[in-house]
C-alpha cells in the first residue's frame, strides 16, 4: 500500500480483500491500533449495532447490582 497525502493528512487505500473480510462498507469506523512495528485495522460498531446491543441489555442487570433511586442520590 501507498501513502499518500490527503488534504493535511496521509491516507491509505485498504486492499479489497481486507475490505472484505472486515465487512466495511462506505462511512464505517475504523481504529488502528499498534502493537510494537505492527498496525491493526478494528472496525468499530454501527450505529444499528450499538443500539441492537442496548435493546438487548436494556433491564438484564443481576438483582444485586440494580440501583435504586436512594442509591442514586447517595454520596
Given at each position: 500500500m501507498?501513502?499518500v497525502r490527503w488534504?493535511n493528512s496521509?491516507?491509505?487505500?485498504?486492499?479489497?480483500?481486507?475490505?472484505?473480510e472486515?465487512?466495511?462498507?462506505e462511512?464505517?469506523r475504523?481504529?488502528?491500533?499498534?502493537?510494537?512495528?505492527?498496525?491493526?485495522?478494528?472496525?468499530?460498531?454501527?450505529?444499528h449495532?450499538v443500539?441492537?446491543?442496548l435493546?438487548?441489555f436494556?433491564?438484564?442487570?443481576?438483582?444485586n447490582?440494580r440501583l435504586?433511586?436512594?442509591d442514586s442520590h447517595s454520596?
Amino acid at each position: 500500500m501507498k501513502v499518500v497525502r490527503w488534504g493535511n493528512s496521509l491516507a491509505v487505500r485498504l486492499p479489497v480483500k481486507l475490505v472484505r473480510e472486515l465487512g466495511l462498507v462506505e462511512g464505517d469506523r475504523i481504529d488502528l491500533l499498534r502493537e510494537h512495528d505492527v498496525l491493526r485495522v478494528h472496525r468499530l460498531p454501527r450505529t444499528h449495532e450499538v443500539l441492537d446491543s442496548l435493546r438487548e441489555f436494556r433491564g438484564r442487570l443481576p438483582a444485586n447490582e440494580r440501583l435504586g433511586r436512594d442509591d442514586s442520590h447517595s454520596r
